[in-house]
């Protein structure tokens, strides 16, 4: 079966730099979600997107951006990188169709910044 | 905001050995789910559990959901090394967003052979 893909799956970044992330969800999922997850922590919600809408905002920096497209993808765009945005970056997707909500997560783009 | 405390935070067991992680949350809770993550992997979800009182089973995994709705378990039975990971509950409010989950901060489950 089709899973969560996201690219690329490993970025080093110096300070100050951007970062652009991708997620693909799985093919007929509504929503897409993004988390951080520092090492040895609970993953962090950031934000969510329902249909192309932003459905839910969590503690996303304002140095951080995201959008989901036509085709359902979605980018987190992070701006003036700092040393402690160094963490795993996980997508994750959703359908409401049976309003189980069940989260379908991706394997994850580890960030490094120098 | 909402917190979710899970405990313990590290648990060690001999291969053969029961072993339970307790979520407790500050709010009522319209379902609670939990995950499995592997060393070096990504959150897997196990179950969701939506009912006051639920208690559901898969193989040795026994999840249960408290009456009032704040507080979840989920306990295996003779554990396996193949248990090995960090299990998360993660609450959804009660009237809060459908697309916001509040995870623990896990269980590391450790299984010696």
């Known amino acids: 079966a089709a899973g969560v893909i996201q690219s690329p799956r490993h970025l080093i970044k110096e300070k100050r730099e951007t970062a652009t992330l991708k997620c693909y969800p799985i093919p007929r999922h509504d929503t897409v979600y993004w988390y951080q997850q520092g090492p040895g922590q609970d993953p962090q919600f950031l934000i969510s997107?329902?249909?192309?809408?932003?459905?839910d905002k969590g503690s996303i920096p304002d140095r951080f951006s995201a959008q989901q497209f036509s085709d359902y993808h979605s980018e987190l765009n992070m701006s003036s990188l700092e040393l402690g945005d160094s963490a795993l970056y996980f997508c994750a997707s959703s359908s409401s169709q049976w309003g189980s909500y069940e989260q379908y997560f991706g394997p994850g783009t580890r960030l490094t910044v120098t | 905001g909402q917190q979710v405390m899970q405990i313990p935070q590290y648990q060690h067991v001999q291969e053969g050995e029961d072993f339970t992680t307790y979520c407790n949350s500050s709010?009522?809770?319209?379902?609670i789910q939990w995950y499995k993550q592997r060393p070096g992997g990504h959150p897997v979800f196990l179950i969701q559990l939506v009912k006051s009182g639920e208690v559901k089973k898969q193989k040795r995994l026994t999840f249960q959901f408290g009456e009032a709705k704040k507080n979840s378990s989920l306990h295996i039975t003779a554990t396996q090394t193949t248990d090995v990971g960090t299990y998360f509950c993660a609450g959804r409010r009660r009237g809060g967003s459908n697309y916001k989950l509040t995870f623990g901060k896990g269980t590391l489950l450790t299984v010696n052979p």
């Open positions: 997107f329902y249909e192309k809408m932003q459905s």
């Open positions: 709010t009522t809770l319209s379902n």
